[in-house]
Structure formats: structure tokens, C-alpha cells
């Protein structure tokens, strides 16, 4: 929050006073605005929210510059892929960013976040820096885990983002743990767990649903649909792709993830749901303009023009640009400086991060095991320490 | 309880204890005599600390202490060391199926539900993969779950979770994450309880970075490795034995926690070290009185740690003996014994007057038929043997 927050006076800052006023914005930068959702919502055993969505000018220009830094981020991503820079496998996110934006804008830093391996800007948005980011997906020892995790491995303990997880599905009984203990501790936090239409298919999803509902934890299932499980259709995948009525038991929302202020408020109320009655499951209808990963060109399952469809009536950066420009909140040319910041920041981030060196050798054996009682492990000399491999 | 469980807060990445709670102030109890910590415990009665507290055969160890101690159970053993972990620490909390209500299957959890309530003493669905998954998320925001597989067989089901999951997260993350999560169960071949039932899970785990494996094998140190289990910032698995729960064996009425890496020397000895964990410590003891009596001086290690193995003890064994049997309920193929072997081929060659010799369990599905399932696992018979042969 406290990074929206500085990032939103950075943007104030850099719009002369004058330009505000001879626009005749009386009202301050909170003042509401009310906004109608592109689509209603729809709901199974639930009445979903009101289409109206309050937000302010403040709000709206941060989700364009957060979503702007984001889309960038993944974009340079793709060329330090190319570069060979990042190896292994990246998951980019770019044309989903709403989804991540409009829950941070929904929520506090108590509250946790658990996702898959598309982690990268859901790690910006819960307080992660751009160079932990890109220094981890170099494999420096900057990164947010030292180097050693990776794309699939963001963490940010103190902002509540707990990952970052390579296996389908298994990030989402995690969740429920999650919110075990938020429910154990009394905290009143909920729990964020989100998957994809491909892991919407796993077993130990429905065993974590059946739990989460049992003992009524609080569980906010997000299933961020972006209609391709890697390389197969949702419709080849899942007999049923309403993946919002899957729950059965438990209630569901489908929300336009395209439209991060119907995402916001979608989150909003499925924090109110369960923090008094268990879990939900929102259903964020998105879409990835890149293929599954770097090493899926993306375009064999798909059409081109598929994707540029979406990306024209859909995208979600355009949606808030539009929003933004018919409240004459700010000039075409000011968010086109934003857009230019955005990109300078990511690019000294990145000439930051290449300066950061790789992890020290003996990097290799820590943290494999933490210091706690008596758990020392020696050679068989008992002269080093060091942990033993049998 | 405490407030929050390290969500909020920006712990450093290996915060081992929260504000609230005191550092361990207990004493380990090493096989050496050398207690880790020497800090007086305050909470409980504070008698003799019991140094050379060793649950040798012969030797009793409540007698160095001024108090005699209590019989019990091993299951009582093992609930005793929750039920004194979960006072101590609000954030000890108990997964499994039948844990609450029925008590645990092996009683193991009686009465705790009754006392800590539904929360704490989790009844979960029939859903491995899941319900350990929910421990480990529990676990990175600070709570310290025990999480039980009615029988360690059925945690194949969540050998991802356990893995990947458990194991790793410390390290993927950079260390922001610790897991003291505490997975235990009861496995090892049974009496008849058939092929999917007698499952040595120690042998799939072994490789697994980042857990901790341990297996108990008395009353005393299962008590002790529980304890010691649950207060690890490591995630541990803690193999117990079906056929084990209703040793009676006395122990000490003070508290203790026994090291998780160390191994216990059972019978010193001259001529040969013999190297064994779990219920087959007692078909080894069983072959020593044989042994004995036939003149021959077997030095008797339970090396109780299974990863990591505790080399210098069994090195200095090896170091005074130059034999080594290895007596192993695990299969031949991939067991514990493989790895042993193999560790002490690399780390004490030069002190070995003659190859290793690891007697292992058959490489085949437990068999229902008792006579057959008797030669599926090792006798004291066959071990007498190796011995002899060993020691020519």
C-alpha cells in the first residue's frame, strides 16, 4: 500500500497545479467518482454486488501507472528471456493485470496473497521492488530469494505474498492453511488463494474447498480464467467451465477481470463474505497476450487475431486510459509521460539488477535448514559444520 | 494467543521464536553427556537435569534423578510430549482424521480435544494432500502444526506437498519462510495388515532437501523426539511403528527433549557395530542375547536420526569395532541401509576390515500370509548369522 501510495504522490507531483486547476477540478484528487462495471456481475447462491463502483481520481491514475509499470515490467521481461538473460521458465502476466490491481486495491497488507507460478506482478503489487524482481528472475543474489527460487518463486513474507509455486494446484490447500491460521489467530484477514482454469481441475482443490467451507475458513478462491490451460481450451480441459459454479456448496462470482474496478469490487465483497461466512469463489474472466510461458509461442492454440481482438476492446490499461481521459483527469501527454517513467524505472531497475552479482557458492547449502534447537548438523569429523547428504 | 503469526510483522527471514515465548530452557540431552543449552528450566519442577540420560537397556536413566519417574506407554509417551508442547506454545496445533474426536487411532491424541478444543485438534476430511498442504500454509505464518497420516502409507498422497512444499520452501524462498511443521505417523510392517498397509516411507523421503526424518523406537525417546520435533524450525517427519505402541518403559517425570540428529548407543560393544532404527532394534537386541551368550560382544547403535545420519557417533564406533551390519526394516532397493552404506563406505573405508553387510527387507509387496510375511522382514535368526559370518 504504502508503495501505491508514494507512487500515486510521485505521479501528483509531477502534473503542475495549474493543469489541475484549469480544468476546473475543484474537488480534491480523493473525491468519488462512481463508475459502472463494463458487465454485470454474475452470481451462483449469492446476490453479487452492485455494478457501481466508487473509486476516485487518485485511485484511477495509480491503477494506470501500476498497471503500466507492471505491462512493462513483462514486456522487459520477454526481451531479457530472449537475451538469455532469464532462463528456465517465465510465466508474463501482461493482459491480466487488472485482476492483481484491482484486489490490492481492495485489500490491506494483512491480508495474504498465494498464487501460482504467474507471480511476478501480484509480487509488485504486494509491496515487491523491481529490482528484487528482476535480480531474482537473473538469478542474482539481490533477488527477493537470493537468487535461488526463481520466476516460479516470488515471496514477500512482510507484505502477506506467500508465492510463487511451480505445481498446479498445490498452492491452493496452502491457501487454505493460510486462512487456518488467520481464522486460528482471530486476525479478521482473509486469504487470497488463486489458481487457473487449468488447476480449476485438480483434486486437492476440492478437498481444500471442502475443508475451507467445513470449518468455515476464511478463503477468497480466485480462479483467474484466461481460457487456456497452457495449451488446451477450457472447454477441452473441464466438462463444466463455469468455474464459479464449481464450488457447489459454495457461492461464486464471475467478474470481468478485464475491468480492475470490477475486480475491486468483487474482492471487496468477497472479503465481507468471508470474513463472516467462509470461503467464495470469484471467477476473474481474463486474458494473457503471451503464450503460457517463453517457451510457448502462444499462437497454435489460438488465433492472432484472437489476441488482438482482445487486446482492443478488452485491455485493461486502455479500459482505465479511457476512464481517466473522459473524467479529464489528465492529458493524453501526461499519460503518455507516465507510460515513459514507468518504462525508465523498469529500466534502471533492470541496469541495477544486471550490476548485482550472482550468489556466493556457498549459497548452495543455506537455507535448506534453519537454525532452531539443536539442529546442528556436523560432518562426520564434527570439525565443519555443514549439512549432511547421506 | 498471540496476536499474529508473522504476517504482519517483518520478521527477519529466520525468526526462530516469537517475542512472546522465552528461548528453550531445557536442557538436550545428548548420548554424550553434553547438554546443548544449560538453561534451568522454570515452568515445570525443576529437579536434577538428567545428563547421561541414555535409555540403555541396562541402565535406568530416571535413577541418576532425585524423582523415579512414571511408567507409560509409548503412545502415552507420545501424547504426553504434545500435551506438554501444546501448553507450553499456543501455536501447536494437531492435523489429521480421528485426531479430535476419536482420540487418534492409536490414541496417540486422546483426550487432547477435549482440552484444546475443535480448532486446535483438527478432525480433517480423508484428504492427505490437502490437509498437509494446509499445514504447511499454516506453518509459514507462524503456527506449528503436527500433522498425522493415520498411516504413514497413505502420505504417498501427498508426496508433493511434502516435498516441494514442505522441503523446499525455506530454500525457494531465500529463507523468508520456515515450515516447523511436524509430520508423524505410524508405519513398518505390521501383523498382517497387507502390502499397502506396511509401508517403510522412510525410504521414498530420504531424499527429500530440507525435512528432517527421525524415527522413534522406546517410550523414552519418542517423548524426547516429539518434543524436540515440534519445537524444530525444520520441518520433521517423525516415523513411529504400529508394532511399537505399547512398549512400557519408565521415564523421567522432568522434561526433557532428546537431539533430533543424534543417534543412541543401545549396547556398547567391541567386535561389531551393528547399525538399526525402530522396531528392528529389538529384533537386533533379541539376536544380541543370542550373540552373548555365544561370546561375541555386539556394540548396538539406533541411529534414530535418518537424515540427517549422526556419522560421528557411528563413526566412532566403526573406529573401534572395523565391522558394520546394518539391520533395517526398509527394502533392499533405495532404503535407509542403501544410503548408510553408502555413507560410511565414503566417509570411513579405511577403518573397515570388512564389507558392509545390510540386511534389508525383501524387495516385494508385504504379503498378507503370516509365514510369509515373517521372512519378508529381518529375524534375529538372520542376524546372529551375519554376525557370526561378520566376525569370523
Redesign the interface.
Known sequence: MAQLIRRAAALNKSLPAASFAARGLATASTSSITVETSLPFTGHNIDPPSRSVETSPQELLTFFRDMALMRRMEIAADSLYKAKLIRGFCHLYDGQEAVCVGMEAAIN??D?I?TAYRDHCIFLGRGGTLLEAFAELMGRKD????????SM?F????G?F??????VG?Q????????????????E?VTFAMYGDGAANQ??LF??L??AA??DLPAILVCENNHYGMGTAEWRAAKSPAYYKRGDYVPGLKVDGMDALAVKQACKFAKEHALKNGPIILEMDTYRYHGHSMSDPGSTYRTRDEISGVRQERDPIERIRKLVLAHDLATEKELKDTEKEVRKEVDEAIAQAKESPMPDPSELF?????????????????KEVR???? | MAASFGVSSAAAANAVKSPALSPPSLPVIRSEARPISCRVNKSRKAGKITTKAVAAQAENPASAASKPGHEVLLFEALREGLEEEMERDPRVCIFGEDVGHYGGSYKVSKGLADKYGDLRVLDTPIAENSFIGMAVGAAMTGLRPVVEGMNMGFLLLAFNQISDNCGMLHYTSGGQFTIPTVIRGPGGVGRQLGAEHSQRLESYFQSIPGIQMVACSTPYNAKGLMKAAIRSENPVVLFEHVLLYNLKERIPDEEYVVSLEEAEMVRPGEHVTILTYSRMRYHVMQAAKTLVNKGYDPEVIDIRSLKPFDLYTIGNSIKKTHKVLIVEECMRTGGIGASLTAAINENFNDYLDAPIVCLSSQDVPTPYAGTLEEVTVVQPGQIVTAVEQLCR
Open positions: 497488507r494483512k495474504c498465494i533477488g527477493c530469494s537470493k537468487g535461488k527460487g526463481g518463486h515471496y514477500k513474507k512482510e502477506g506467500y508465492g510463487g509455486h511451480g505445481i498445490a491452493v490447500p496452502l491457501g487454505c492453511g493460510l486462512a487456518f491460521a488467520q481464522k486460528y489467530s482471530k486476525d484477514s483434486g486437492q478437498e481444500a471442502n475443508m467445513l470449518w543455506s537455507n535448506v535448514y534453519a537454525k532452531g534447537l539443536g539442529t546442528e548438523s556436523f560432518g562426520a569429523d564434527r549439512t549432511v547428504l547421506p
